[in-house]
């Protein structure tokens, strides 16, 4: 039990799916992006330097030619930084950038299994009932408060963890589809709860009337339609 949970899938995905959702920081100028990097920063170096350091990984064996390539891509980018007129600001968006990646090759080897991303379904249902939970109280607050519009601008941060209803929407649309996965790939309890938490997406989606995603659900079913 003790080694499930101390899995190094077992706690990508409780930094990714609970931990990042509610890593908010008021201490710092942008409580809700800043304190996420960090978090998403420290978690890849650690699971990088665990997954090398692990005898025989598939790391090791498959994938370490072009991990040490993109790892100096990233150094070389780094190093350019110290040319740039206000390195802070630089070395920001370099982190925002360039962390996709090793998030996807990480996530690529640890979930190669049916179980392991079963598993990765299963948290990504308990994120999106925690987020929705709490975006729908801030909809109810706002309804019982609606003159708080009027000073706070309320609506546009109807937004669950996330600050802005544009990233929870973005949110939403990523996690639409591993609710829609989860619906045919699992059984029982966790089938219902995919289903109703892409019903609760879709509508929080609508909801937020963000234009930018809604115009992206239109290209994705135009495309989806297209290909098939």
């Known amino acids: 039990m003790l080694r499930k949970i101390f899995s190094d ?16 920081s008021y201490q710092v100028q942008d409580p809700f992006i800043t304190p996420r990097v960090i978090l998403v920063s420290a978690a890849i170096i650690a699971f990088m330097a665990w997954s090398f350091l692990k005898p025989s990984t598939a ?16 150094l070389l980018s780094a190093a350019g930084i110290m040319k740039s007129l206000n390195p802070g600001d630089a070395w920001y968006e370099w982190l925002k950038s360039f962390l996709i990646f090793p998030v996807m090759l990480i996530t690529a080897v640890l979930f190669r299994g049916d179980d392991s991303r079963k598993m990765l379904l299963k948290f990504s249902q308990v994120c999106i009932l925690g987020l929705s939970a709490y975006y729908f109280y801030q909809w109810l607050n706002y309804l019982k408060h609606p003159e708080l519009e009027l000073v706070f601008d309320l609506k546009l941060h109807i937004a669950s963890t996330l600050g802005n209803k544009n990233f929870y929407a973005e949110v939403a649309l990523l ?8 619906y045919f790939l699992l059984e029982r309890f966790w089938k219902w709860l995919c289903l109703a938490n892409a019903i609760v997406l879709f509508v929080s989606v609508i909801l937020t009337q963000s234009f930018a995603a809604l115009c992206g659900m239109v290209v994705d079913r135009k495309s989806t339609r297209l290909n098939s």
Do not use: E, N, S
């Not at 899938?9 to 908010?24: D, E, G, K, W, Y």
């Open 9 to 24: 899938r077992f706690l990508f995905c409780t930094v990714f799916f609970i931990a990042l959702p509610a890593c908010i």
């Open 59 to 74: 790391i090791q064996q498959v994938y370490l030619i072009p991990t040490v390539a993109l790892l100096v891509f990233f």
């Open 175 to 182: 996690l639409l589809p591993l609710a829609v996965a989860g």
